[in-house]
């Protein structure tokens, strides 16, 4: 996959015109939403411009709110961010780092949304992978997950390695799955883990 960031201008304007969008009015809330509509309708014409996707920025929607006002502040932009992607022929997906199951359910029982990431395990977040792989591998691609602050930072190469077979295992059948890490990599983490992230996913993930 080609990152977005290095295609011609429109499509990088297109992307990062969709967090905006995505970002006002997920603050505004559902009162206010519809006020910003026009702020989602402007951008149409950026997405027909296909993307390779559409990120929708949600850090920590579960993990700072309740589910109940995810429901009442947020889904609406859900809702018509990926309705227009859809439309579009353009895959969406959203990040929600931290706790992120109950939004893995919102998500696919009431949008568009094809991808989400980065469904990070306990402590920093709530997701085994094979079990929401089980529950919405048929609709939802996923991305994700190995930890951050403990295995990628602190942990040996060999640790990393069979973590990464083990989040392939787990999420790999029938596609829809790119390994890589439960939200930002430290800045101290070894370079030797990292690489070992990219060698397991090169040479145990392909299909």
Not at 141 to 156: D, H, K, V, Y
Request: glycine share 8%; net charge negative; charged share 25%.
């Amino acid at each position: 996959m080609r990152c977005v960031c290095m295609e011609k201008t429109m499509k990088t304007t297109a992307l990062f015109s969709l967090l905006l969008a995505a970002c006002v009015c997920q603050t505004a809330g559902a009162n206010t939403a519809a006020g910003y509509k026009d702020v989602l309708i402007r951008d149409v014409p950026h997405v027909k411009q296909k993307p390779d996707f559409i990120l929708i920025g949600a850090s920590g929607s579960i993990t700072m709110q309740s589910p109940d006002i995810v429901q009442h502040m947020q889904m609406p932009t859900f809702i018509e961010i990926s309705r227009m992607c859809k439309e579009a022929g353009v895959p969406c997906e959203v990040h929600s780092c931290g706790r992120e199951r109950i939004l893995v359910d919102m998500l696919g029982e009431g949008t568009d949304v094809t991808m989400v990431n980065p469904l990070e395990d306990p402590p920093t977040g709530d997701c085994d992978l094979a079990e929401v792989k089980k529950a919405w591998g048929h609709k939802l691609a996923m991305m994700g997950n190995l930890n951050t602050p403990e295995l990628m930072l602190r942990g040996s190469v060999e640790e990393v390695e069979e973590a990464s077979k083990k989040a392939i295992d787990d999420a790999g059948d029938d596609g829809g799955f790119i390994l890589s890490t439960g939200d930002q990599i430290g800045r101290d983490t070894p370079y030797e883990n990292i690489h070992a992230m990219v060698r397991i996913a090169r040479s145990y993930g392909k299909y």
